[in-house]
């Protein structure tokens, strides 16, 4: 049954690698627009997989959790940025490092601290808890679902970055702060508002994976260096490089694993150390000089 | 004014010194004083969930004695080993070398236990393994100083291979996390498996820690197998399960597997995913015999009302063999080959049925493997015993019991 | 400089005697202290002076590791201890290298952490190499026909060995090749126009780095008797760089400081308080915002939100 088998493997690597952008692009915006070396994006998407527990124990409703949720983790990347990072940006990186390292730490502990270590899980929307067959292959309807958020959710930002006066602004203030703010833009408070927009994005995806994954304290950790690795692949700061990464990715790790499961521990990294090292500015990133 | 003050300086330092005399002196006259249980197990981290069960039950155990055993004080020294080898192997030094502990007991972490096998051996160091179930320890690095009260990787696998092949189906998809503890317990399971007539349609090895099982369980559909016998703890268990159920393949292919991949670690978090998955494992809380009714009922009364489970059991287990040990010998941790000869005697009715050490390699015999499978009880769901195995011993091959 | 020749003779006399009246567990921690403490100088002196952040020094430290423990289980001496691990982590880092200089920025970094990380995926995969429980049961080797075995010799044989490194990467920062270095990390283009061959700079500086790198996770194998492929983490890089960062970058002593501080917070906070993660972190964010220069900024008086 090769047609099936394909089509189903190439199905699994379309949700892995919408999830992927997801997960992702808090950090594209971040790191790419904002310069900020933000290791504390894993947090962020744990502490939304967490808001949505506690949204879903309350009210038990999964959509209302979709919405709450980053609303939450914005208001707290917004307080970090506000009181920790900003004293930092005329300072060297690796003191951002060091910030959003401490951070983690604090982070993982305090939720551990409040919910306890054990594993749990968010249960997929009763909408979508079933499987469909597609041309011979199945797949787990709330991935299907996922499919689709992404690409809304991928054709929302770029709206909001190229159409909106918004976005122009976020843009310009990239390009030259200085400029931005002779016109009269209020910078550090554009730059708090991208960060914590970031931060909620990073919290949507803690939400959106659930269902399909489980959640712990320690979570963040696993999602940082894929999440650095799409950033880097597509290029910083681009979100059509952050898309076309996760998805090239998404295949790439998912035909991996179904033809060389060897070498799955590896295969992002081969992919990425490819992607540099034969382009080093990403798919779509700006030309290094 | 300054004559009171000055005699109050001399006064209140003649109290601080007598006090601090009179502890010394009253230490001194103790039974070498307390005995000191040391604890390497991860307190942070996703596998804290497991040192914390370990931790409460061996705390059940001790409170029942009220702290004292032969005369003496019990004294706990909790360290967290993180699951990362180094810092298990420092904090075993610190345990080892500064507190001077008398006996020593965990880790987690597999490799943690075989990082500090050396130094409990060289050091002539008791230590009582409560979970980490690297086969080696029960084979060629076993020693003398040595015991385990958990079980060895072996164990909750091998029964169970015969077992399937003669009530599921001879037609299985293996699948565990690519490490070498991983490819241990599905290799118990083919010991058996295969000699009962079992075929193995194939074997797919994820990497640990993966969150994304899609390709693997499209695979196991297209494979043909009629049951799936996978081994995955933690996270992968949950993300495994919860994936298996969300791509509709427990209708068709039985989903089978060692005890860890439905524990009260993940089984919650599972939820209904794991209903009628079929798993091996020496415990369940189901267990219907008086030790474990009342061991449940006081876990649930002193721990607010959180049920034990395998990893409790180990702990409790852990802490009788010291209890019964150490009452043995009368409380004297100086003589360690005593005590090492009272370890190795005890026997006792514990939670899992009747507790042993096998002699030639110090490791537990379990009374039963337990065939379990996942259904709903009062409370919620839990592995319900429907077929066991009895006196399972790991094979021990290559073991000394070097001095 | 005087004072610091001075203050470098002090601290090695106090190490030196330190056995004698301490136990066996804070000689352990002290000793770890030396090990990680030269690990995360070699890093600063590709941190801090060259300005090349690297993810991806974990590989090094161990490959090292590993290869004396592969080594010495056969014949334990210097050679098979010290020699053999310098000169594969050496060619090691040439390769790596030669292929992460072509990149800079959070590239470099990306591209130096995703080498460690396959390293990483081979070690913990390979059966003939221990898998995830890495080699143990490594002999300490003998040298000058003592048997480091011995506790006071081994204290020793460590002091010497982590001082000469030390002492060789002082002099690599003060020499011609480390003032180019710095002029690269100022400005590379300028560095380019007046002649330097600057990737040649980096890569030797990278390999120089790897070396002692490679010396450190060798020096580990024998302290702890056994290595485990979690030496290959991105982690364990991590864990180096935020040595560095809080010792103060750029200043190498400040990197030997920086890794007792967090060995010490680590090790010890852990012992009184389930709650270590939370001051940790709280730590480390505090001190990045109040003592910008790391504990060497802070000793010189850098102290303050705005310093």
């Known amino acids: ?289 | 004014m300054r004559v009171t003050r000055r005699a109050f300086l001399a006064g209140g330092s003649a109290a601080a010194a007598s006090v601090v005399v009179g502890l010394w002196v009253s230490r001194s006259h103790a039974q070498g004083g307390p005995v000191k249980i040391g604890l390497v197990l991860p307190y942070t981290g996703v596998y804290a969930v497991l040192g914390e069960s370990i931790t409460q039950a061996m705390e059940l155990v001790f409170a029942r004695e009220n702290w004292t055993v032969a005369g003496r004080k019990i004294e706990m020294i909790k360290e967290d080993d993180e699951m990362k080898p180094p810092v298990g192997v420092r904090k075993t030094e610190k345990l080892i070398d500064s507190d001077k502990v008398d006996i020593l007991t965990g880790p987690v972490h597999s490799g943690i236990l075989m990082g500090m096998r050396d130094k409990v051996h060289s050091s002539k160091t008791i230590l009582i393994v409560s979970n980490a179930g690297a086969d080696a320890i029960s084979r060629e690095r076993c020693s003398h100083w040595i015991f385990r009260t958990s079980f060895s990787n072996w164990q909750p696998n091998a029964p169970m291979g015969s077992w399937v092949a003669k009530n599921v189906t001879k037609e299985v998809f293996l699948t565990a996390p690519n490490y070498q503890a991983g490819k241990d317990q599905l290799g118990a399971f083919k010991e058996t498996f295969v000699p009962a007539g079992g075929k193995i349609i194939a074997e797919d090895y994820p990497k640990l820690g993966e969150t994304d099982y899609a390709p693997y369980l499209t695979k196991i559909k297209q494979s043909g197998a009629k049951a799936v016998y996978a081994f995955f703890s933690g996270t992968d268990a949950v993300n495994f399960v919860k994936q298996y159920d969300q791509f509709g393949l427990k209708g068709s292919i039985k989903l089978t597997g060692a005890g860890f991949l439905t524990e009260p670690d993940v089984l919650p978090a599972q939820s209904r995913s794991a209903l009628g998955v079929i798993t091996g494992h020496f415990y369940t809380p189901q267990l219907d015999n008086p030790v474990n009714k009342k061991f449940v009922a006081d876990f649930k009364a002193k721990f607010g009302g959180k049920t034990p489970d395998g990893f409790a059991c180990q702990g409790y287990d852990t802490a009788e063999v010291i209890v019964r040990a150490l009452k043995a010998v009368g409380g004297n941790t100086q003589d360690k080959e005593k005590l090492v000869d009272a370890m190795a005697k005890t026997e006792f009715d514990s939670p899992r049925g009747r507790f042993r050490f096998d002699p030639k390699t110090h490791n537990v015999i379990q009374p039963f493997i337990y065939i379990r499978e996942v259904r709903e009880v009062t409370g919620g769901l839990d592995n319900v015993p429907i077929d066991k195995v009895a006196d399972v011993r790991d094979p021990g091959t290559g073991c000394t019991l070097p001095t | 400089m005087k004072v610091k020749l001075l203050a470098f003779a002090v601290l090695t006399a106090l190490v030196a005697v330190f056995p004698q009246f301490a136990g066996n567990y804070p000689v352990k921690l002290l000793q770890e202290i030396l090990i990680w403490g030269i690990f995360a100088m070699s890093l600063d002196l590709l941190m801090g002076y060259a300005g090349m952040v690297s993810f991806g020094h974990s590989a090094f430290f161990g490959i090292g590791g590993y290869t004396a423990a592969l080594l010495l289980a056969g014949s334990p001496g210097l050679l098979t201890g010290l020699v053999l691990p310098a000169a594969v982590s050496a060619v090691a880092a040439l390769v790596i290298g030669f292929f992460s200089i072509r990149v800079s920025g959070v590239y470099f970094i990306m591209l130096t952490l995703a080498f460690s990380q396959m390293f990483y995926a081979v070690t913990f995969q390979a059966a003939w190499l221990g898998a995830e429980d890495g080699i143990v049961g490594v002999p300490r080797p003998r040298v000058l026909g003592v048997d480091l075995a011995q506790p006071a010799s081994f204290h020793l044989y460590l002091l010497v060995v982590v001082g000469l490194a030390a002492l060789f990467l002082w002099s690599v920062v003060r020499s011609p090749f480390g003032h180019v270095l710095r002029g690269i990390h100022d400005n590379e283009t300028r560095m380019q126009a007046v002649g330097y061959a600057v990737d040649r700079y980096k890569l030797l500086a990278f390999v120089v780095a790897g070396v002692v790198a490679g010396l450190g996770g060798a020096l580990y194998t024998q302290l702890v008797g056994s290595i485990t492929p979690d030496a290959f983490l991105w982690t364990t890089s991590g864990e180096a760089l935020l040595m560095v960062i809080i010792g103060g970058t750029g200043t190498l002593g400040g990197a030997m400081l920086g890794a007792a501080a967090f060995i010490l917070l680590q090790s010890l906070v852990s012992s009184y308080t389930e709650r270590w993660m939370t001051i940790l972190g709280l730590t480390f964010i505090l001190f990045v915002l109040f003592a910008p220069g790391g504990i060497v900024g802070a000793l010189r008086g850098r102290i303050g939100l705005r310093a």
């Open chain 1, 1 to 289: 049954m090769f047609v099936p088998d394909f089509f189903g493997q190439a199905l699994n690597g379309l949700s892995y690698g919408v999830l992927l952008f997801l997960l992702s692009v808090g950090l594209t915006l971040i790191f790419g627009m904002l310069d900020v070396v933000n290791l504390a994006h894993g947090s962020f998407y744990m502490l939304g997989a967490y808001a949505g527990l506690a949204t879903i124990a309350a009210l038990g409703n999964f959509w209302i959790a979709l919405v709450v949720a980053p609303l939450v983790v914005g208001a707290i990347g917004a307080v970090m940025e506000r009181l920790a990072l900003r004293p930092l940006y005329r300072r060297s990186p690796l003191d951002q490092v060091l910030l959003t390292f401490g951070f983690i730490y604090l982070f993982e502990d305090l939720v551990k601290w409040i919910w306890g270590g054990r594993i749990r899980s968010i249960p997929p929307p009763d909408l979508f808890s079933g499987s469909v067959t597609i041309l011979g292959a199945t797949i787990p309807s709330y991935r299907l679902f996922v499919i689709v958020f992404g690409f809304a959710m991928a054709v929302a930002l770029w709206l909001l970055i190229e159409r909106t006066r918004l976005g122009s602004i976020i843009r310009a203030g990239v390009f030259d702060a200085e400029m931005t703010a002779g016109m009269g833009i209020n910078m550090p408070v554009v730059f708090t508002a991208v960060f914590a927009f970031g931060a909620a994005l990073g919290g949507l995806s803690g939400v959106i994976a659930g269902p399909i994954q489980s959640a712990s304290p320690p979570m963040g950790a696993g999602i940082l260096v894929p999440a650095l690795i799409v950033v880097v692949v597509g290029g910083l700061g681009s979100l059509k490089g952050s898309l076309a990464g996760s998805l090239i990715i998404g295949q790439a790790e998912t035909f991996g694993k179904v033809w060389l499961p060897g070498a799955s521990m590896m295969m992002i990294y081969l992919v990425m150390a490819a992607i540099v090292l034969l382009r080093p500015q990403g798919l779509f990133g700006r030309p290094l000089k």
